[in-house]
């Protein structure tokens, strides 16, 4: 069963960057597309962006620009960099192992994490 922990949240200013790190374990890392995904206070949890197995990038719009996904296979890890802030960008954000049909197609398909909470506020 694919497990995932993702950590690097916090509350952080209009402007500020985090830098979000989801560690896996239980599936071959190297050959899964990753994705994150946030859930605001009151909404359903959206996709924010994935990162295919050759390291090719496709993100929401709202964070084109600001959000760069990336992964070291070595580590089992997938980062999310996240500059520019905005308060619309607070959440919980968790990482979960996708099925990639297509750039616009992908299922995720581990058990979800705790996720790791990001509050952008002044």
């Known amino acids: 069963q694919v497990q995932l922990v993702e950590s690097g949240g916090g509350l952080v200013q209009p402007g500020g960057s985090l830098r979000l790190s989801c560690v896996v374990s239980g599936t071959i890392f190297s050959a899964s597309a990753m994705g994150w995904y946030r859930q605001a206070p009151g909404k359903q949890r959206e996709y924010v962006a994935h990162?295919?197995?050759?390291?090719?990038?496709i993100y929401v719009d709202s964070v084109k620009g600001r959000f760069t996904i990336s992964r070291d296979d070595a580590k089992a890890t997938v980062y999310l960099q996240m500059n520019s802030l905005k308060p619309e960008d607070t959440g919980v954000y968790y990482c979960?192992?996708?099925?990639?049909?297509?750039?616009?197609?992908?299922?995720?398909?581990?058990?979800w994490g705790q996720g790791t909470q990001v509050t952008v506020s002044s």
């Open positions: 979960n192992a996708l099925n990639d049909y297509s750039d616009y197609d992908v299922r995720p398909y581990g058990l």
């Open positions: 990162i295919t197995t050759t390291s090719r990038a």
